[in-house]
């Protein structure tokens, strides 16, 4: 799969300040673990990938970075990782499947990534549940219905939203994504938004759009 906005959206809103240990879950080929590497050079990140294939590009991805003493890729389940480990993570962030139902992809990748078919939503909340420290934060990235349905069944597993930034396509446009930043003590919720578009032209970037993401595209500079 390719590098794609989500990606780069979430790890750049990611709140990485004060964090030490860090776990991207489905890390596809790392986008997300470089990207908070690149942010906070004191944090380390273990991320778990199911498919081999990725897996092996995630691998190879880390170890080929500047941040390669920083990251560490498992070829693992996150269902399996949660009941072996014993690492608690003050910052757990994923851009998980959100499809709960209709039909997958032709394409096994592309369904494995977009549907829960490995991963359902309460066995990712299960497995955040038990690896998240007591005052750590867990990260999403979902479409705005699939997010809703998130934050009500989160809070059957004691995570309750913090922050919630709404993202648009372009200001006239309906709500596209969700970024969401949860924790297990139930708080005020912080609400922001943010427009990526100003017109049709996909490179007419908002300046809060630029402005979160310049450190990360080469055409920003």
């Known amino acids: 799969m390719k590098v794609n906005t989500d990606g780069v959206l ?6 990485v300040a004060h964090k030490y240990r860090a776990l991207d879950i489905g890390t596809g080929t790392g986008i997300i673990a470089l990207i908070l590497s690149q942010r906070n050079h004191e944090l380390k990140t273990d991320a778990v990938e199911i498919d081999k294939d990725t897996f ?6 880390a170890s080929s970075s500047r941040f390669a003493d920083r990251i560490q890729v498992f070829h693992q389940s996150i269902q399996a990782f949660a009941k072996s480990s014993v690492q608690l993570y003050d910052l757990i962030i994923s851009n998980p499947p959100y499809f ?4 997958p992809s032709a394409n096994l990748q592309k369904a494995k990534v977009r549907h829960t078919m490995h991963l359902s939503h309460s066995e990712l909340l299960e497995s ?18 699939e997010g809703i349905q998130f934050i009500q069944s989160a809070s059957k597993y004691r995570l309750y939203p913090i922050h ?21 003590t ?5 609400k922001s938004q943010l427009v990526i578009h100003l017109s049709d032209n996909p490179k007419d970037y908002s300046k809060e759009f630029i402005e979160l993401t310049k450190e990360l595209y080469l055409f920003m500079k």
């Open 10 to 15: 979430l790890g750049a809103w990611s709140s």
């Open 56 to 61: 092996e590009q995630a691998a190879v991805n």
């Open 100 to 103: 709960n139902s209709g039909t």
């Open 128 to 145: 955040v549940t038990t690896l998240l420290s007591p005052q750590g934060h867990f990260e999403v990235i979902l479409p705005h219905y």
């Open 164 to 184: 919630i930034t709404e993202v648009y396509p372009k200001s006239e446009k309906r709500i596209e994504r969700l970024l969401i930043r949860m924790g297990k």
């Open 186 to 190: 139930p708080v005020s919720v912080e």
